[in-house]
């Protein structure tokens, strides 16, 4: 499973507290979404779904509990990171559509952009390219009057992804349109959870509109009363995705989830426990990490040996020696070269790992270092202390690998390091494997 991005925690929204008109609109909700799921929030007029869709984007403050997205709670946001919340974190569509009426088309979808101090050429362009993903291009300069129900939706979901944040909200997006229309804009929504990969929480009342959720998520009088998981659907795509790539394309995104996981099953053990049942784990990461194209047998027992290597049972000469051998002798039957340029790479990788969880500058300085050799960074000096410093803020937990991808992939006069988005997802890739093998990364 994927990580979780929004966690409400006990969300309480009491309007007039205390007065003869008190009303408990969410009477202690808790709910954990995660990233890419696609959630629904059902219930009858009235139940709180409004009211909690609304505490998730923090635009309604909670009397009590707490709501935190990507590990921050909202409440303890400053102004500022607020503003950027709401700028590019989520992505919000209401059934009243809210459109300005005295501006274009176009310039309702660049609005979010306006205030990022994008120049105008590039708004336009981006805006543009969803107006023609979403069939409206052709009403780019007319009126939000003159179009129909279905098109102004349209033109709001283009709005809310034009900074392209993560977490889409919609309330009760179709609840005005006719059922045409109702359904291509549901279409729309499956498409940007299932091809742009968003986390995207929708309100309805709706049941028929269900079968698109993965998970669905019953209120009643300001609580939740229960939660369905959809069984039904995405086994085929999964499969079929599955069958084509095998584990290696997907093994990035487990990481960090895993971790999780692993540490909430075994929260009694000790780090050093915890350490040792991941050892294969971080073998397996390790692996898919750095190979391609050998036979599964070949793999196998190089996964074997790297488990020995990450148990301290052999040292990296050992680990050199018997991935060169035939797999009839033990080894894994691979050529000197590969064997020499694996273990090369094992050993790097396992030695910023150990670095890092010394927490020293040292430590960050070469893990920098390595980065920049090993991903090919041509970076000039200022970039490299601003490089280093992100890279010091993903190893020190201070953001997630979402945030490290953006700041590395954003241009230098937007504060970022202005990598490629391909580099920038590379360095990020060596970097999780990093954290994993430093995690309790002393001898066993
Ligand atoms: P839903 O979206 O499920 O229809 P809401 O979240 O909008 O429900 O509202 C839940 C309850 O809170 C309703 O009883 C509604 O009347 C009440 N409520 C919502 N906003 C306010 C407000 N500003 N003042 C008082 N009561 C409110
Ligand atoms: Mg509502």
């Known amino acids: 499973m994927l990580e979780s991005c ?45 009211t909690l869709l609304y505490g998730i984007s923090g635009l309604q403050a909670p009397t009590y509990g707490d709501v935190f997205v990507n590990g921050k709670n909202l409440a303890t946001m400053t102004k500022k990171e607020k503003v950027q919340f709401h700028q590019t974190g989520v992505g919000m569509v209401f059934q009243a559509f809210y459109l300005i009426d005295s501006l274009t088309v176009l310039d309702n979808v660049c609005l979010p952009k306006v205030f990022r101090g994008e120049n105008l050429a590039e708004r336009r362009e981006a805006a543009m390219k969803l107006l023609q993903r979403f069939g409206i ?8 009057s003159q179009l129909s129900g279905g098109q102004k939706q349209r033109v709001s979901i283009a709005r809310a992804l034009v900074n392209n944040p993560q977490i889409i909200l919609a309330d009760e997006p179709v609840g005005n349109l006719d059922s045409e229309s109702a359904q291509n804009v549901l279409d729309i929504f499956k498409e940007i959870n299932e091809i742009d990969k968003k986390t995207v929480i929708l ?66 053990l000790s780090l050093k426990q915890v350490g040792v049942l991941l050892v294969p784990f971080k073998a397996k990461q390790l692996m898919t990490h750095i190979l391609s194209q050998l036979t599964e047998e070949q ?23 018997k991935l060169d051998l035939d797999m009839e002798k033990g080894g ?102 990093i954290m994993l093998l430093s995690y309790s990364a002393e001898p066993y």
């Open 203 to 268: 309100v309805t009342h709706n049941p028929d509109h269900l079968v698109y959720a993965d998970r669905i998520i019953h209120m009643k009088d300001g609580k939740k009363v229960r939660e369905d998981i959809n069984k039904d659907k995405r086994p085929p795509e999964v499969a079929k995705k599955a069958s084509v790539v095998g584990d290696l394309v997907d093994a990035p995104e487990k990481i960090s989830t895993e971790l999780r996981l692993l540490m909430r099953t075994f929260k009694d």
């Open 137 to 144: 291009s052709t009403q780019a300069d007319r009126f939000p």
């Open 332 to 433: 894994a039957g691979w050529n000197k070269l590969r064997a020499n340029s694996f273990t090369e790479r094992a050993q790097e990788i396992l030695t910023n790992a150990q670095n890092i969880s010394q927490n020293t500058e040292e430590a960050l300085i070469s893990l920098t270092d390595y980065l920049i050799k090993i991903c090919n960074l041509k970076l000039e000096n200022d970039s490299v202390l601003r490089f280093r410093a992100f890279i010091k803020m993903r190893v020190e937990n201070k953001i997630d690998r979402f945030s490290l991808q953006e700041r590395l992939d954003s241009a230098k006069q937007l504060g970022g390091v202005g990598l490629y988005r391909g580099t920038a997802e590379k360095v990020v890739h060596e970097v999780e494997i």
């Open 299 to 321: 793999t196998s027992s190089a996964e074997s040996l790297l488990k020995e290597f990450l148990f301290n049972n052999i040292d990296s000469e050992a680990l050199r020696t």
């Open 6 to 50: 929004i966690k409400v925690d006990q969300l309480r929204v009491i309007y007039n507290q205390g007065k003869s008109n008190e009303v408990r609109s969410l009477d202690g909700v808790s709910v954990e979404i995660y990233s890419q799921e696609y959630v629904i929030i059902y219930g009858p007029s009235g139940c709180g779904k409004s």
